[in-house]
């Protein structure tokens, strides 16, 4: 069975960092594309980045610069590196994995494309 566990959330002041963690197993981590994803009171999900087996990536426009995503491929893990958290970044953090990587960018982000999810981890960002 596939599966995957995050870790690393937590609650930072305004201007702080954090890094996430996704551990997997169940599959072939070098042939699946790993997307993060973020719930936020709107009870939505909104895509945050994604990196391909190859080690593209993609970033949401409202994380770009600011987070950044990492896979390593010894531990079967995928990171996401926040730095200068936002309150508007709180929400709830899950990864999720897909075994197709789509040229088309809608279909890179659409959180309907990924088979696998974790349950999440929650990241709060006070003012």
């Known amino acids: 069975q596939v599966r995957l566990v995050e870790s690393g959330g937590g609650l930072v002041q305004t201007g702080d960092s954090l890094r996430l963690s996704c551990a997997t197993s169940?599959?072939?981590?070098?042939?699946?594309?790993v997307a993060w994803f973020r719930q936020g009171p709107r009870k939505e999900q909104e895509f945050v980045a994604l990196?391909?087996?190859?080690?593209?990536?993609d970033y949401a426009d409202s994380v770009q610069g600011r987070f950044t995503i990492s896979r390593d491929d010894a531990k079967n893990a995928v990171y996401l590196q926040m730095s200068s958290l936002q309150p508007e970044d709180t929400a709830v953090y899950s990864c999720?994995?897909?075994?197709?990587?789509?040229?088309?960018?809608?279909?890179?982000?659409?959180?309907?494309?990924?088979?696998?999810w974790g349950q999440g981890t929650q990241v709060t960002a006070s003012s």
């Open positions: 990196i391909s087996p190859g080690g593209a990536t």
């Open positions: 999720a994995a897909g075994v197709r990587y789509y040229i088309d960018t809608s279909r890179r982000r659409n959180p309907l494309s990924y088979s696998y």
């Open positions: 169940g599959y072939s981590f070098d042939k699946v594309v």
